[in-house]
C-alpha cells in the first residue's frame, strides 16, 4: 500500500512540477509585455511633452530669429535704428539702391509681426505692411550704442527676449 501511495505521491509532484514549469515563463512573458508596454506609454509622452514645448515656442523664437537676421542683413553705418511708425514701436532699416532711399518698417500691428518695405517719403498705413506671423506683442529698444534688445510675445503670453548687436559703427 505505501508502494502505491508513493508513485501516487511521485505522479502527484511531477503534475505540481509542471505546471510550475508552464506557469513561470508565462508570467515571465506577461511581465516583460507589460514592461514594454508601460515603456512605450512613457516615451510617447516624453515625445508628445517635447513636441507640444516645441510648438509653443516657435513663434516667439521665430519673431527673434526673424528679427536679428534682418539686424545683420541690414548692419551698415547708420542703417538701423527704433523708433515708432505710427506710434508703434518699430525697427527701421534704411537702405540706398542707386540714388533712391528706402525704408524697412518691422513692427507688431493688429496681432502680428509685419514688415513693410517702401520708398522713403511715401506715405502708407500701418495696415499695409507684410504679416510675417501671429505675436501679441514685440518690442525693440536700443539699450547701448549698437545693442539692440528684441522682446516677443506670443498668442500663449510666453515672452522671449533676445539681444542683437550691430558691427558697423554708426
Known amino acids: ?17 509542471h505546471v510550475i514549469d508552464l ?9 516583460l509585455a507589460a514592461s514594454s508596454l508601460f515603456l512605450v506609454i512613457l516615451a510617447a509622452n516624453v515625445y508628445k511633452k ?11 523664437r ?6 536679428t537676421e534682418k539686424i545683420r542683413q541690414n ?18 532699416l534704411r537702405q540706398t539702391f542707386g540714388d533712391q532711399s528706402y525704408v524697412t518698417y518691422i513692427y507688431s500691428y493688429e496681432g502680428q509681426l509685419r ?3 517702401i520708398q522713403e517719403g511715401v506715405t502708407v498705413r500701418a495696415s499695409d505692411g507684410q ?7 514685440f518690442d525693440i529698444a536700443e539699450q547701448e550704442k549698437g545693442i539692440f534688445r528684441i522682446s516677443c510675445t506670443d498668442e500663449n503670453g510666453k515672452e522671449s527676449v ?9
Do not use: H, Q
Request: glycine share 4%; hydrophobic share 40%.
Open 75 to 92: 548692419d551698415e553705418d547708420g542703417g538701423i535704428e527704433t523708433g515708432t511708425f505710427y506710434g508703434i514701436p518699430c525697427l527701421i
Open 50 to 60: 517635447s513636441v507640444a514645448w516645441e510648438e509653443s515656442n516657435y513663434d516667439s
Open 131 to 137: 504679416a510675417i506671423l501671429e505675436v501679441n506683442s
Open 23 to 31: 506557469l513561470f515563463p508565462i508570467a515571465l512573458f506577461l511581465v
Open 1 to 17: 500500500m505505501s508502494e502505491v501511495k508513493d508513485k501516487v505521491y511521485r505522479a502527484e509532484k511531477l503534475r505540481r512540477r
Open 115 to 117: 514688415e513693410l518695405f
Open 162 to 170: 533676445t539681444y542683437a548687436a550691430v558691427k558697423s559703427k554708426p
Open 62 to 67: 521665430t519673431c527673434l530669429s526673424y528679427v
